[in-house]
């Protein structure tokens, strides 16, 4: 994402107080910092052409806002709260981090940090414990983003003693009071996010932005797959990389298939295996070629392949050593 490339969609340059005066958009993201981030987020994450061009939008508008501002060109400071919906493993929390670093260096955010949580460190389980909890959890928040993951478990509607309605309460009382100093951004899956949504409106009357991540495609896992190997200083023989290709097509099939996640948990079981091929080796001898390669038998012997492309019942990912 480049510097050009962003400044290509920001609004007019031309500023209403004065005709002559023009800004140098260019300038103003080489100042800010913001093509940096966005060139850092493609780099960090494969495909999600849609999630990145939105969230390039976005900074493109707080950007020309930021602008607006400055020459003292009234305006409302736009809404900031978010939505981010999609399976796991699609990269919605390096998303968020992103996108605090954004708001930070656009003044948008005090300090830029994430506070990542779900339910339990928000709802408490009696009389009296919710709300110190989901204040703290909002005091640490202050000045940077909040990202609450699985939001749709906040409150269970059927269970008549849940204290999830009073975290809501406080949440949405924080999001309308004290926007200017915490962004929240909800996450799920779009579904269950969307039944939230339905059953809580105050919260989807403050979300300005809904994104969607969608599923990684086969050849943009087995991409995400050689990146992760990358940084661990390994890599596939070709014989591996057209099996674990196959591993790939199998596991996308099967229950709690969660993208990257899931192909991060597949590498470090074939990783493990890869060891274990060496040290059972009569020879004791291993060239550092045999040390950094994940070769075809490491994968094939994976429970996704071995068991007919089906995993057990309760073998949920290939953390699992059903994998």
């Not at 900074?59 to 978010?82: I, K, Q």
């Not at 992103?98 to 389980?125: C, F, N, P, W």
């Not at 009569?282 to 994976?302: G, Q």
């Amino acid at each position: 994402m480049t510097i050009g490339a962003l400044a290509s969609d920001l609004a007019p340059d031309r500023a209403e107080t004065n005709s002559e005066l023009r800004i140098d958009l260019r300038q103003e993201c080489a100042d800010t910092q913001i093509g940096a981030v966005l060139d850092q987020l493609d780099r960090e994450l494969v495909g999600l052409a849609p999630v990145k061009g939105r969230i390039r939008q976005i900074a493109a508008l707080l950007l020309v806002d930021r602008v607006r501002r400055r020459l003292g060109l009234a305006a409302e400071t736009p809404t900031l709260h978010m939505s981010f919906t999609g399976n796991p493993g699609t990269g919605k929390t390096t998303v968020a981090l992103r996108m605090a670093e954004i708001l930070h260096k656009l003044g948008y955010v005090r300090k830029g940090h994430l506070v990542s949580v779900t339910r339990d460190d928000l709802v408490g389980q009696y009389i009296g414990h919710t709300a110190p909890k989901t204040k703290e959890i909002l005091k640490k928040a202050m000045g940077g983003v909040l990202f609450i993951d699985e939001a749709y478990y906040l409150y269970r509607q059927e269970n008549e003693r849940d204290y999830g309605q009073e975290a809501i309460e406080i949440l949405l009382q924080v999001m309308e009071n004290q926007r200017d100093d915490v962004v929240v951004i909800l996450a799920g899956y779009a579904d269950r996010m969307d039944t939230f949504f339905r059953s809580n409106p105050g919260f989807r009357s403050r979300i300005a932005h809904h994104i969607d991540f969608p599923d990684y495609t086969e050849g943009e896992l087995l991409a995400i797959a050689e990146r992760m190997l990358e940084a661990q200083n390994y890599r596939f023989s070709d014989a591996g990389r057209e099996v674990f290709r196959s591993y790939i097509a199998a596991r996308q099939n099967q229950p709690h298939f969660a993208n990257a996640r899931s192909i991060r948990n597949a590498l470090d079981r074939a990783r493990l295996r890869q060891a274990n091929r060496h040290f059972d080796d009569p020879s004791s001898s291993v060239s550092v070629e045999d040390l950094i390669t994940i070769d075809a038998p490491d994968i094939l012997s994976s429970r996704v392949l071995t068991n007919g492309g089906r995993l057990d019942g309760n073998a949920r990912d290939e953390g699992s050593l059903r994998s």
